[in-house]
């Protein structure tokens, strides 16, 4: 049986290395676990997708379903249905850091969706179409021609080695190039603004005060999901300049 003085020790390592990978404060960190603890379903559940992506729309203004559920995977662990709770505040704690490779390599395994180190054609292709095409008109070939001249035209771009795919030693190059790159697939990453009102939630507030303010947020959320499919994500005007 698990004693009141182990679980305090695991949960103390816990914020530590949490604290040390992210550089957040210890404070900052212990909050967000108070945050993520509201999530599951019930005390000690999982963080499921429908609450993830809720929370991704309320919290941090991220509306792409396409680019959320591929987030989803790729934060918890593989083979597993659902993310832990330790596994949703670690991404809250990307999400404040200021850890640009960080970022740049989790937004990066966030575009290669099979998740076999490429980016290619095809997932290009999946995650550009909403751009040029809206889930209700009837797609035809001038549409389908659009998709795949911009599909076309961002790998011209962003394939600095013409090998067909994009790897995350290019995408590393290209962010550090141009920030807006860190964004040209979508965002995947939330904004200054929305991280600012995330971070003055938990700013000031005590463990105990930060549990009490998102205890209903879970049914609050789930109520208020608005997943907007019609939204480009704002890619453009990202400039990319053609070589």
């Known amino acids: 049986m698990t004693s009141f003085k182990m679980i305090m020790e695991n949960s103390e390592r816990l914020i530590n290395r949490l604290a040390e990978n992210s550089g957040l404060e210890k404070w900052m960190v212990e909050n967000i676990l108070q945050y ?8 000690g559940g999982d963080v499921d997708l429908l609450i993830f992506m809720a929370q991704m729309s309320r919290q941090f203004d991220l509306n792409s379903v396409i680019l959320i559920q591929s987030m989803y995977e ?6 597993t249905q659902s993310m832990t709770v330790e596994e949703y505040a670690r ?3 990307l999400f ?4 640009l490779d960080s970022k ?3 937004v990066f395994r966030v575009y290669d969706v099979n998740h076999d180190g490429m980016v290619e054609w095809h997932e290009l292709y999946t995650l550009l179409r909403p751009c040029i095409i809206s889930p209700e008109p009837v797609e035809d070939a001038d549409t389908e021609d659009s998709l795949r001249e911009l599909v076309d035209m961002v790998l ?3 394939d600095m080695d013409m090998d067909g795919f994009i790897s995350c030693e290019e995408f590393k190059a290209l962010v550090k190039s141009n920030i807006l790159y860190l964004q040209v697939l979508g965002p995947c990453l939330p904004s200054e603004i929305a991280v600012q ?3 003055n939630k938990l700013t000031g507030k005590t463990p105990f005060q930060v549990s009490v303010q998102f205890s209903d947020e879970r049914i609050q959320s789930l109520s208020e999901i608005k997943i907007n499919m019609k939204k480009t994500d704002q890619l453009y005007p990202i400039r990319l300049e053609l070589p």
């Open 104 to 106: 740049v390599e989790f």
């Open 74 to 79: 790729t934060l918890k662990k593989a083979k």
């Open 156 to 158: 011209k771009v962003t």
């Open 197 to 199: 009102s995330f971070k």
């Open 36 to 43: 993520a603890n509201q999530m599951p379903k019930q005390k």
């Open 91 to 93: 991404a809250i704690c």
């Open 96 to 99: 404040l850091s200021d850890d």
